[in-house]
């Protein structure tokens, strides 16, 4: 499984960022693809998570009500919108893919993509 992240940048607080993340490889729909951040000095943390078959989904409380992530079958694309930013969110993006029902641990995902950086001033 192969993915790879766009659509990170710097915005002001209030304001909406959409990160995608494209998937590809053998059996993919079989895994959970997910979004995590790291901010300097801190340790990697979820933030939300979509099963490709059954759609289910779910979400760090820190952004419950402000990002969604979804799915485009079509183009084979996991997509987190991001709403509301906080100067708090800012971290470099990494999505990732588990085969597990093991979520929110980073160290059960098997693929990662390559970061992209969210910037929120205040």
């Known amino acids: 499984v192969q993915l790879q992240a766009s659509g990170g940048g710097m915005v002001q607080a209030g304001e909406s960022l959409r990160l995608s993340c494209e998937v590809s490889?053998?059996?993919?729909?079989?895994?959970?693809t997910g979004w995590f951040h790291e901010a300097p000095g801190e340790e990697r943390e979820f933030v939300a998570v979509?099963?490709?078959?059954?759609?289910?989904?779910k979400y760090a409380d820190s952004v419950k009500g402000r990002f969604t992530i979804s799915r485009d079958n079509a183009k084979n694309t996991v997509v987190l919108q991001m709403n509301s930013l906080k100067p708090e969110d800012t971290a470099v993006y990494y999505c990732?893919?588990?085969?597990?029902?093991?979520?929110?641990?980073?160290?059960?995902?098997?693929?990662w993509g390559q970061g992209t950086q969210v910037t929120v001033s205040s």
């Open positions: 490889g053998r059996a993919f729909s079989s895994y959970s």
């Open positions: 990732a893919a588990t085969s597990t029902s093991k979520w929110t641990m980073p160290q059960m995902y098997n693929y």
């Open positions: 979509i099963h490709w078959s059954t759609g289910s989904t």
